[in-house]
């Protein structure tokens, strides 16, 4: 499974962004997808996770309130919705997915190595 992040960019201290991982058409049903973020110099940090239950969500405390992840009907995209963005917000936003088969500890999933499939990345600039 090859996934694709994409959406990042540039934008303004307080402003909004929306990425997307998408799998090549292939649904993201049964599939617990996770965003985690990089900057250089630092440990990759977990930003949120969604498992196959789209109402079953799990945010880091330092997103919590401003981060929203969805999936669109068909599961075919997970979107990561970036409010508030601050400078520290910068990264390199990954995504990163695994099959399941039964109901999970969504607790479990902050850590990247619970994830078979990774993304590219896309660069997420929040400027001052």
């Not at 049903?29 to 965003?35: A, L, P, R």
């Not at 498992?51 to 309130?65: F, H, I, M, P, R």
């Not at 919705?81 to 990163?96: G, I, R, W």
Request: hydrophobic share 30%; charged share 20%; glycine share 10%.
């Amino acid at each position: 499974v090859q996934l694709q992040a994409s959406g990042g960019g540039l934008v303004q201290d307080g402003g909004s962004l929306r990425l997307s991982c998408s799998a090549s058409g292939r649904s993201f049903h049964s599939y617990v997808v996770g965003w985690f973020r990089e900057v250089p110099g630092k440990e990759r940090e977990f930003v949120g996770v969604s498992s196959w239950s789209k109402y079953n969500t799990l945010y880091a405390d330092s997103v919590k309130g401003r981060f929203t992840i969805s999936r669109d009907d068909g599961e075919i995209t997970v979107n990561l919705q970036m409010n508030s963005l601050k400078p520290e917000d910068t990264a390199v936003y990954f995504c990163a997915a695994r099959k399941v088969d039964r109901p999970i500890k969504i607790e479990n999933y902050v850590s990247g190595a619970r994830y078979d499939y990774w993304g590219q990345g896309t660069q997420v600039t929040v400027s001052s």
